[in-house]
């Protein structure tokens, strides 16, 4: 009897978990709510493509913008690579009316050639861009990103970047249609990608 309260108990609380998970995950992929409240708008800056503005996008096109630095070990290059198979995975008409943009938040490192190589790695199509501090300081309050530098003394770096890791959908207005978290796999923003194109 002890042992099947036991399982009963497991039972509701990997169920527990599951619906919890399941609401968290609709909710980082901002399923149905666009960009949970957050203003988005106008992006310009100096880009790997020279000046960019989402209001040059075409109106059936969307970008993918994710806030990071070159010199991240795990998140930032990880994210590219999940746009990059989410792309992959889109008929070319889609993949055309998707623009990927990565904005760097350390600029004191990530110049315009240094975001073109790294972007690169990625795929033809990905756009590196930064500004001053003053134009990413404001961009992030109004995209609801935060980053915070780490200095690292004993490490070769000198500093690390703590920063926030969404991807957001975004028209050519700078509308946040959706807004995903970090994911190692494709399928949120792929899911996304065909509930907005």
Known sequence: MKRQGLWAGIALIVLMLGVGGYGWLQQQIGAGSGGNGLTGGPIELPSTRGDFS??????DQLAVVF???TYCPDVCPMSLAVVRR???????????RVVPLMISVDPERDTLERLAEYTGFF???FIGATGSEAQLEEL???YGVIWRRVETPESAMAYTIDHSSSLYLVDREGTILRRGLYSPAPHGLLSALGETL
């Open 67 to 69: 806030f990071g630095y």
């Open 86 to 96: 989410a792309l992959a995975e889109l008929d070319a008409a889609d993949r055309e």
């Open 123 to 125: 795929g033809d199509a």
């Open 140 to 142: 992030a309050e109004r």
């Open 54 to 59: 989402l209001a040059e996008l075409e109106e």
